[in-house]
């Protein structure tokens, strides 16, 4: 599994037309009102990537496996969410579980399809979204730092971890996400046992009118512009493009439609490098006869990591990792010719991961 994005937004903002082409499937309701969707559709996608084939091809490997990417629908939220309203607290409840947040917005006009708000405006739908989601870890962290009090006279990690409660809850109250906090980078891992909805990485997906998708428009550029502020990344889609996109088995098809419009890529594709980025993930390969795979891994891991994502054993017994960059791999023509030309490099424990390598790893059972 590469991660798991949670669908976000308002009612009506065209989640589940998203989702629905993102994962080419009809799972999701979509309808002309809100709260359409109860129950969250989770849909997984193979990330593509045009390595696994040319790997593939050299290595003669039987079969192909991705990295796999899963979203989930989550039905739109609504202003007092983190009260309760419009079912807010299950909903919520999900968010908690995945790895990025896409926040699809509405950035175009159309007077058939209904907006809660009355009128189409991303920038207050935004902020409609983040004050219950910061209301929420508010309320959440208040109540945790109560109980951290009577913990600290006697533990000084408690201590450590009441420091940190208290700068989030600082930054809160003054209407500042906790992704925002860039200090918050070394308590990482305190940070994600206090399971904070702001503290996850935002993609905003700006939904616009087909006519607007290679260019945007003023609500897009908008929110680009809110996107730098708020530490997040926007990338500018049409729903209903992807949608029809969907529709076409055909790859040769589709590209020949995606180039009649003048795009160079599906929405699938933009939304994943954005998640890639926002996450700093890489890949890695492996490849043989059998199979051609890929892996993702957190950028800056070294090489014992990168054999646990394989299995768990691999990283407890790891002894070296035998190592290719794809451009090497390709330009000799596979493994066997890398060896002879010198370019396989026999790697240990404080190798850092480079993105695109193919390994071999040695280890102790």
Not at 131 to 146: G, I, K, W
Not at 252 to 270: D, P, V, Y
Not at 304 to 329: L, V, W
Request: proline share 3%; net charge neutral; charged share 25%.
């Amino acid at each position: 599994m590469g991660f798991n994005c949670g669908i976000i937004g308002l009612p009506n903002v065209g989640k589940s037309t998203l989702f629905n082409a993102l994962t080419s499937t009809i799972v999701a309701q979509v309808a002309n009102y809100p709260f359409c969707t109860i129950e969250p559709n989770v849909g997984r996608v193979a990330v593509p990537d045009l390595r696994l084939k040319k790997l593939s091809e050299i290595s003669k490997s039987v079969k192909i496996i991705p990295t796999q990417l899963e979203f989930v629908d989550i039905a739109g939220i609504v202003r007092g969410a983190s009260r309760g309203e419009g079912l807010g607290n299950q909903f919520l409840a999900k968010i908690r579980e995945v790895d990025v947040i896409i926040h699809v917005l509405r950035c175009f006009e159309d007077s058939d399809i209904v907006h809660i708000e009355g009128n189409v405006d991303p920038i207050r739908d935004v902020e409609i979204i983040e004050t219950e989601l910061l209301l929420a870890d508010l309320n959440s962290l208040e109540r945790r730092a109560v109980n951290m009090n009577k913990k600290v006279v006697k533990n000084k990690e408690s201590k450590i971890q009441l420091d940190l409660m208290n700068l989030i809850l600082t930054t809160l109250r003054e209407g500042r996400p906790v992704r925002a906090i860039s200090s918050i980078i070394e308590n990482r891992t305190i940070l994600r046992t206090f399971g904070l909805l702001t503290s996850k990485p935002m993609l905003y997906v700006c939904n616009v009118e087909e006519s607007a998708v290679t260019t945007g428009n003023i609500f897009s550029k908008n929110i680009g512009i809110k996107a730098i502020v708020d530490n997040a990344i926007n990338v500018v889609i049409s729903a209903a493009i992807e949608a029809e996109v969907a529709l076409l088995k055909n790859e040769s098809e589709k590209i020949a439609f995606l180039m009649e419009l003048g795009l160079l890529e599906t929405g699938l594709n933009k939304i994943i490098r954005a998640g890639y980025e926002l996450l700093q993930l890489i890949t890695f390969f492996t490849s043989g006869p059998k199979e051609t795979r890929a892996w993702t891994l957190n950028k800056g891991f070294k090489a014992p990591q990168a054999a646990g994502n394989i299995h768990q054993d691999f990283e407890k017994g790891f002894i070296r990792a035998e190592t290719i960059s794809y451009a090497d791999f390709i330009s000799c023509g596979g493994e066997s010719k890398a060896r002879e030309a010198g370019k396989m490099r026999i790697e240990g424990k404080d190798y850092l991961v480079q993105d695109g390598d193919i390994f071999h790893f040695l280890f102790n059972v």
